[in-house]
């Protein structure tokens, strides 16, 4: 699996985890089922990881959300938030630029079409404030 269908994967894992409250192994499962994914164990680790951080992750998201709290951003782009915010503190093997344009490029794929501009407005002052704009 390349990079990308593995960030695909842990969206879906994590978006299905949203959506009904059960723990990422029984999600997996279910995602198995429902859209016959082909099961990555990293991807299946990375959303584990994520879901032990949604509490952190969500405090990054709304201290970066100016117009909507957290509780009123749509679960599709709180999930895509959450991987890419994710990704930019705990994965230093992917580039923080990286991070930030595949948020936008699964917000295109996910999202309504003007989310992207959010996703990318919350990410991009993000990293600002990181101090990692160039990487």
Known sequence: M??????????L??????????????????????????????????AKKIAEK???LDEIIGKYSEKREVSRISKVNKTILRLAVYEILYCPNI????????AVELSKKYAE??????????IGS???DLGNDCE
């Open 2 to 11: 390349t990079r990308r269908e593995i960030r695909e994967e842990v969206f």
């Open 13 to 46: 894992l994590i978006f299905q985890n949203e959506l009904s409250g059960i723990d990422i192994d029984e999600t997996t499962e279910a995602c198995e089922e429902a859209f016959e994914m082909e099961k990555s164990s990293e991807a299946v680790v990375t």
């Open 54 to 56: 949604y509490g952190e």
């Open 95 to 102: 580039p923080t630029k990286v991070a930030a344009n595949e």
């Open 113 to 122: 079409k003007q989310d992207s501009a959010f996703i990318n407005g919350v």
């Open 126 to 128: 993000f990293i600002k």
